[in-house]
């Protein structure tokens, strides 16, 4: 029992001050909180307890709130259950760092710096799904640094086709990483033999619950799609174009445009504006159904994006793509009830955010910096997986959606600051026990 341990103190102790750490945080919020999108996952959770999805509108998909509902929609359940899993997710960060053969000492300290990071601590009081991506992506993660690519076990690949199916229900934006993942094992070490591979096993789960569930949406709202939101997304991405879509869509256009101006000289969230058109029955009587509206306003950002496809690439660059390396603040979402503690949080959480932000500059950096060595080298180094998921996720979230961008990194920040530790290690010569032995012999 001692040797156990000793052997892995590192683990419980990084669950002991994450423990303590939660637990004074609970106490001292004692609350839990809601932003603007809980409404869309606590209807769905109310639907599910009453077995009736007369009212479904197609806004969720069901992997979040369906963990909502076996906790019985007690939110400040929820939250306990959430910090569990920041917890978990902690032990999973650890494991892969020590993975890529980082010295545990350091390991331990560089995933207590980030755990302790106390947007971890404001997403797990939300009733939000990012908690539980941020666990989901954590596990794939650690799973692929760990020799996936060389292993042949069915097994895991039917954990992994498992863990992608939830992810994809829970976000069906994550459509994209079983073809990320089967691309990657492709380019390592190529050869035509591995096309037709045990790998394509985790296509099989996701595929079938994402059209599955996009059935169900059909039939609730008449349009093949996992939620009703794409074309409200989509149309986002017009926001500073929007008066240049063909005439026919005007009765969007025009709205659009006036709430646009309207919140620009407010200085407010302009990325917002097709939600008020939406709110102020623009579209009625001829469209009032929520997936009927949304669905015009998918056609009119297509015709729209088609007409200025140019436009469109250089505002998706220069303003979704750039606020994905942001950092989102979740505190003025939620408040302390005692002002000085309020206060203290909101100082360590601007220094933190401060400091994160730094960080994630310095791995945009040296992304250029290991994207070289890939095309000098061409071989798919363990950092590389990791550029591959952060930067596929900042492109094509820039290409669907404007408006919290920054939200999009949260389940990557953790291993962008990961590289930059690795990077360090490179230059410092910092080896694991492991790697020494390795390097002995």
Known sequence: MKQHFLNNKYIYLLIFFLFTAKLLFYFGYNSFSEAPDSWAFNHFVTELLNDNFNDYVGERTPGYP??????????????????????????FWFKTVLKLEIPEKISFYCTLFFALYLQNFFFETFILAETFMLLLNSI???ILLNNYFEKKQIIVEICMSVLLTILILVKPFFLFYPFLIYALYLIKNPTFKKVISVKLIIFILPAY????WCSFVEEKTGYFEPTAYFGLNLAQN?????????KEYDFIAKPYVKYREEMLQKGEDASMAVWKVWGGQHLAPKYTKFADVTHQFADYAKATIALNFGDYLYYSITNSWFDFWKVFDMKPYMSFKENTLNTFVTVIN?????????????????????????????????????????????????LVVYGTNAKYAFPYEFFMVVVVVLFLKEKLNWYSKASHISLLE
């Open 66 to 91: 369906y963990l909502v509902y076996l906790l019985n929609h007690d939110k400040m359940l929820v939250v306990l259950v959430q910090m569990l899993m920041g917890i978990i997710t902690a032990v």
């Open 140 to 142: 794939i993660l650690y």
């Open 209 to 212: 619950a994402y059209f599955s």
């Open 238 to 246: 017009c926001l500073f174009f929007a008066e240049k879509g063909p």
């Open 350 to 398: 601007t220094i933190q955010m401060v400091v994160l932000l730094i960080l994630k500059f310095v791995f945009l950096i040296l992304s250029f910096y290991y994207t070289f060595l890939f095309i000098k080298n061409k071989k798919v180094t363990q950092v590389m997986i990791l550029l591959a998921f952060i930067h596929a996720a900042a492109i094509l979230q820039a």
